[in-house]
């Protein structure tokens, strides 16, 4: 999924960039798609405000996710947060444990239809990954490098900030660009229950039967997933320390 050079990256940022502001460019291209004399653009609403929408949902769920998942394993680190290690594992696989459309089920009862239940379903579902990569991260630092910092006076929280945080964040941010991409897929159900995301592109299509209209969401969809993961992927690498030798 990686993009491999930088002509690359830019062409995926133009073709988003046209999809979102000139999508009629595309409609040569998808005409044969629509059929039935069907519309080969969504217009219904603005792909655009579509498109902000569903990364703002995104975000708001996987930052919860990310302060949570960190707070927790942060603690589980810790000598005396080490007993609830097993708790937090069964906690942040409950989003694993139930697909996202059955948490949307059960989430719209209690909060209503909307945005609410979206979030709640990307932000468990987002937690697994960021957990268990911050975990691993924070155990890496190993018994040398831990001696070393106490060796030179730090206390326990400022080892954790200074020694232990900054060689577990090129793990931590892996875990949270898996969350973040599985997140920007998973957003499009969130239409389902009436927030709006590029699910409304995709679910418009399905229920007409126009295909134009389910591959303009997913090109959409696609594109902010790749893009995305190029992203954090040379996050990951600037935050990485340099290994000698």
Do not use: C
């Amino acid at each position: 999924m990686r993009l491999a050079a930088p002509l690359a990256r830019a062409a995926a940022l133009v073709l988003l960039a046209a999809a979102l502001f000139a999508p009629e460019a595309f409609a040569p291209l998808l005409a044969s798609l629509a059929g039935n004399g069907a519309p080969p653009v969504y217009t219904q609403t603005s792909l655009f405000a579509l498109t902000l929408s569903h990364v703002e949902l995104v975000l708001a769920a996987i930052a919860a996710a990310f302060v949570v998942a960190t707070g927790l394993a942060i603690l589980v680190t810790r000598r005396f947060g080490a007993d609830f290690l097993p708790l937090s594992r069964s906690i942040v696989n409950v989003g694993q444990t139930f697909p996202p459309v059955a948490v949307l089920a059960l989430a719209v009862p209690a909060v209503g239809f909307g945005v609410a239940p979206t979030v709640i379903a990307l932000f468990l579902y987002g937690l697994l990954p960021i957990f268990e990569n911050a975990v691993a991260g924070l155990n890496a630092a190993g018994p040398p490098v831990i001696e070393a910092a106490r060796g030179v006076g730090l206390t326990p929280w400022q080892r954790l900030w200074r020694v232990e945080l900054p060689l577990a964040l090129p793990l931590i941010v892996s875990g949270l660009r898996l969350s973040v991409v599985v997140g920007l897929g998973t957003a499009t159900i969130g239409s389902t229950v009436g927030a709006p995301t590029l699910g409304e592109v995709i679910i418009a299509g399905l229920l007409s039967n126009n295909i134009a209209f389910v591959v303009q969401g997913a090109v959409i969809v696609g594109l902010l997933a790749v893009l995305s993961f190029d992203a954090l992927t040379l996050l990951e690498r600037r935050l990485a320390v340099p290994r000698r030798g």
